[in-house]
C-alpha cells in the first residue's frame, strides 16, 4: 500500500503489488496482471484471534450499511510484510441513492 493523500479529510493510495522482472513467471501458468480502476474503499484494521475474522467481516458490512455505502467488489485482506497477526481489510464502495455524507 502506498499513500498519496494530500487531503487531511480523505486518504487515498495504491493498493498492490509487484512482481521482480527476474522472475520467471512462464513456470507459473495461471500468472496474471491484473489492474483494477480507482475507486473509493472503506476498512478496517484486524488485530485479533484469525478465527473471530468473521466479526471484522460483519463490522464492516454493518458500517456500509450505517453510512449508506454499497459495496463495489470484493472483500480484501491486505497483510503487510511478512506479519500473518493483523489484516487491514479492505472493501471498494459507492453510494447509491441514501443519504449521502
Not at 491484473?34 to 475474522?53: A, P, Q
Request: net charge neutral; glycine share 8%.
Amino acid at each position: 500500500m502506498r499513500y498519496i493523500s494530500r487531503n487531511s479529510k480523505r486518504v487515498k493510495a495504491e493498493i498492490g503489488f509487484g512482481v521482480s522482472p527476474e522472475i520467471n513467471t512462464v513456470l507459473i501458468p495461471d500468472a496474471f496482471a491484473e489492474h483494477m480502476r480507482g475507486s473509493v474503499c472503506i476498512g478496517l484494521t484486524f488485530k485479533d484471534d484469525f478465527s473471530k475474522i468473521e466479526i471484522a467481516y460483519r463490522r464492516l458490512m454493518q458500517y456500509c450499511m450505517e453510512n449508506y455505502w454499497t459495496p463495489a467488489g470484493s472483500i480484501l485482506e491486505w497483510y503487510r510484510g511478512d506479519q500473518i497477526d493483523a489484516a487491514d481489510i479492505i472493501i471498494p464502495v459507492t453510494q447509491i441513492g441514501g443519504e449521502k455524507q
